[in-house]
Nanobody, 124 residues
Framework: QVQLVQSGGGLVQAGDSLRLSCAAS????????VGWFRQAPGKEREGVSC????????DYADSVKGRFTISRDNAKNTVYLQMDSLKPEDTAVYYC?????????????????WGQGTQVTVSS
């Protein structure tokens, strides 16, 4: 079992930055990947970024490449999503998620454990 607790988020203006955190407990943190997803009103949940268990591989959705950075601190059992140059279209509820395995994937069904979600609102 893995428990994920998110923090960060809030209301910012376009061009601002935010950092989301996802603190994990349960299984050995370095044994599984962690991904970030988001869901805007009326839209499906979509993958934003993911970092593999070994911290070697990172993936980003095209819409956030060059603006978002994912990282993990295995000593603190925490994954971060640094979001820069935020746009109004980034407004959504953001979720961190973990699969049972070490690798990333873009599919929602790949992930077994989910954080509680945090609202990010970017005003124009």
């Amino acid at each position: 079992q893995v428990q994920l607790v998110q923090s960060g988020g809030g209301l910012v203006q376009a061009g601002d930055s935010l950092r989301l955190s996802c603190a994990a407990s349960g299984r050995t943190f370095s044994s599984y990947a962690v991904g970030w997803f988001r869901q805007a009103p009326g839209k499906e949940r979509e993958g934003v970024s993911c970092i593999s268990a070994t911290d070697i591989s990172t993936d980003y959705a095209d819409s956030v490449k060059g603006r978002f950075t994912i990282s993990r601190d295995n000593a603190k059992n925490t994954v971060y999503l640094q979001m820069d140059s935020l746009k109004p279209e980034d407004t959504a509820v953001y979720y961190c998620a973990a699969p049972k395995g070490m690798n990333c994937a873009q599919w929602v069904w790949w992930y077994d454990y989910w954080g509680q979600g945090t609202q990010v609102t970017v005003s124009s």
